[in-house]
């Protein structure tokens, strides 16, 4: 039996360009899809709430594009990581990471998405931070697509319903491959596929307003995106023997609410169809047996064109990575309370506490999602992203004290561990938002995720200078003993 982590266990960090980078007009980038989401500081935590993860209407989506502010829009401004990088990774180097995630933001490679050649600017804005890792002593692990597409993709094309978006990917991925590949140890190429279904303009551009079918539209989407995974890992494997390819979902586990067996079968109806659809697909190769059911249940009906199963059948991934930040439970009764979380709601479980953001947390859940993803897949496992959002203080002395942040990480990482011994074999752990970047579903800078702070307010004033909080000195000696001194509590 292992007694815990193995000696190079990569233990990281992670955040996503749009989130981090900035410089949204600079380098020769096009306009994202994520530097036309507003945000508004008079927004009250509630609003703020029921905006999470808001999906894009036409009024929104139109005037964002006009519009020439950075305030009310702050993925253009990030927290400068574009220009302050290098200091960055110095302080990553300090905390001991063993491996750096960010993402490639398509619009700094392809501006407008369908260009032949690429903006070599933005190829060597990537050499230079790939190299920079290496020179600090960490290995990159390269989300290909989280969430940022070249706008003009959506304006000329439709995004991701149309079949053309295969094409424009493939070739951004492989445009990738042969300029950076000798700079990146794992690749991801889509953050969290199943965001398509949870948050589709961020998943897969598409407006709900200009969708008769919505529903439908998302799943031709995703069955694009099925695709264009696969053939990412043809084309890495083909331009890079050897390469490490996964396929990720943001992990959404469901117990049942109780021992009920109509509750037990709603959490496996839960489970199948948020996540083990994906995981299916992307590593078994074809489309799971529940799935036609699960397609009328929703009224869906996706076209396939000939040769796309054997694509998805042929171009398997070499592992699988999630994030995981909670669990819910399912139920058939609809009158149960119900909690926050990432992307999703579900109901409450009355055994766990939550986050300032109502989030529940459950390090338990992290090991039982470990072993279910491993047993049922046999393949290695990243976790690409687990951590916990709260509001921080920088007192005047500069220090900024989040012991709920150590203990969720202690927590969970002790979980990890169990899982370890359980048997899953589990190449690392990239935290989430190891420095402090604006949160994805609320666009908020005051959810704070790092364990380096960056002041910074939600409309992007500030000093931008970084600090060390106390769960930065907790996670470096956690990684210097190679997360030995982390024990589950209830054994
Ligand atoms: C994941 C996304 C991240 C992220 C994280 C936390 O779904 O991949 O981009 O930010 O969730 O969510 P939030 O930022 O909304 O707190």
Request: glycine share 8%.
């Amino acid at each position: 039996m292992r007694k815990g982590f193995q000696e190079d266990f990569l233990w990281g960090g992670a955040i996503a360009a749009s989130q981090a980078d900035g410089a949204w007009q600079e380098g020769g980038k096009g306009i994202g899809t994520q530097d036309l989401r507003y945000f508004d500081t008079l927004w009250d935590k509630d609003t703020r709430t029921e905006n999470r993860n808001t999906n894009m209407t036409t009024p929104m989506f139109e005037k964002a594009l006009t519009a020439k502010e950075e305030t009310h829009y702050p993925f253009r401004f990030g927290i400068d990581f574009y220009h302050q990088y290098k200091e960055d990774l110095c302080l990553m180097e300090e905390l001991g990471l063993k491996v750096f995630r960010t993402s490639i933001c398509w619009a700094r490679i392809f501006p407008n998405g369908d260009e032949a050649e690429p903006n070599e600017e933005g190829i060597q804005f990537y050499r230079d931070l790939f190299r920079e890792c290496h020179a600090r002593g960490m290995r990159v692990f390269a989300t290909i697509l989280h969430y940022d597409t070249p706008v003009q993709l959506l304006l000329r094309y439709g995004g991701w319903k149309n079949r053309k978006m295969i094409d424009f990917y493939v070739h951004y991925a492989k445009t990738l491959f042969r300029n950076l590949g000798d700079l990146v140890d794992y690749w991801l190429p889509f953050n969290e596929i199943n965001c398509a279904r949870f948050n589709p303009y961020n998943g897969c551009c598409l407006i709900k307003d200009q969708e008769p079918d919505y529903m439908n539209a998302i799943f031709q989407c995703t069955h694009h995106q099925f695709l264009a995974n696969a053939l990412a890992v043809k084309a890495a494997h083909e331009i890079l023997p050897g390469s490490k390819v996964g396929g990720m979902i943001a992990r959404f586990t469901t117990y049942p609410l109780t021992c009920k067996p109509e509750d037990v079968m709603e959490s496996i109806l839960e489970e199948n169809y948020k996540n083990y659809f994906y995981t299916d697909v992307m590593a078994r190769g074809k489309y799971p047996s529940y799935s036609d059911r699960m397609f009328d249940k929703l009224g869906v009906r996706i076209h396939k064109e000939p040769g796309d199963d054997a694509v998805l059948a042929e171009n398997t991934v070499d592992f699988l990575a999630f994030s995981y930040y909670m669990s819910m439970t399912a139920s058939t009764d609809t009158e149960q309370e119900k909690a926050s979380g990432n992307l999703v709601t579900g109901n409450k479980n009355p055994y766990l506490q939550a986050s300032d953001w109502g989030w529940q947390i459950d390090p338990v859940g992290l090991r039982i999602s470990l072993n279910q993803m491993y047993d049922r897949y046999q393949l290695p496992v990243f976790i690409a992203e687990n951590g916990i959002g709260a509001v921080d203080k920088l007192t005047e002395d500069g220090r900024i004290h989040d012991p709920y942040r150590i203990a969720y990480l202690r927590e969970h990482i002790a979980q990890m561990k169990e899982a370890v011994k359980d048997g899953v074999e589990l190449l690392g752990y990239t935290m989430w938002g190891i420095i402090d970047i604006i949160s994805c579903g609320t666009i908020e800078m005051s959810k704070r995720y790092g364990v380096i702070y960056v002041d910074e307010d939600e409309e992007g004033k500030g000093s931008k200078k970084r600090y060390k909080k106390d769960s930065f000195y907790w996670y470096q000696e956690c990684i210097r003993n190679n997360g030995e001194e982390t024990e589950a509590t209830d054994e």
